[in-house]
């Protein structure tokens, strides 16, 4: 495996994700990054992002989430989808305040990896919300 670019992102098919995607014009762009054996990023919510009483949205949450598991594969360059996964909402992470987003592998069998991920207020260093995923890794031709 060969680690990629994120900026490889404007030529790729990932170019339109909602979440990472530099060229969805509503989409996030979040900048995921590998850290050793973390892939990371960190985002803002804004007014637009909310669910309820300044609450960032929990599906935007477990987008984020399922998107940095995802790119730990991504940016080692390997391309895969969700085939399942679980989120656990911990707190309720306000508008305005940045969260920090983490991803690990948890154990690969073949094309299957089991990753997790989880969001932390920037602020406090609290976990908000925590997935687990499986997802399948696409065979390289």
């Not at 399922?66 to 989808?81: I, P, Q, S, T």
Request: with cysteine; net charge negative.
């Amino acid at each position: 495996m060969s680690e990629i670019d994120p900026a490889a992102l404007v030529n790729s098919e990932a170019n339109q994700c909602f979440v990472c995607g530099p060229g969805n014009a509503a989409g996030l762009k979040v900048q995921f990054r590998l850290d050793g054996d973390l892939c990371r990023a960190t985002w803002l919510p804004e007014p637009a992002h909310i669910g309820y009483d300044n609450v960032t949205h929990g599906g935007l949450l477990f987008s984020l989430l399922d998107d940095v598991m995802a790119n730990w594969l991504f940016l080692r360059g390997e391309r895969c989808f969700t085939a399942r996964a679980e989120v656990r909402y911990r707190d309720k992470p306000p508008i305005g305040v940045p969260v920090e987003l983490e991803g690990s592998l948890v154990r690969r069998r073949g094309r299957l990896a089991d990753l997790s991920g989880r969001a932390l207020r920037a602020d406090t260093g609290a976990v908000v919300v925590e997935a687990n995923g499986r997802f399948m890794i696409e065979p390289t031709n």
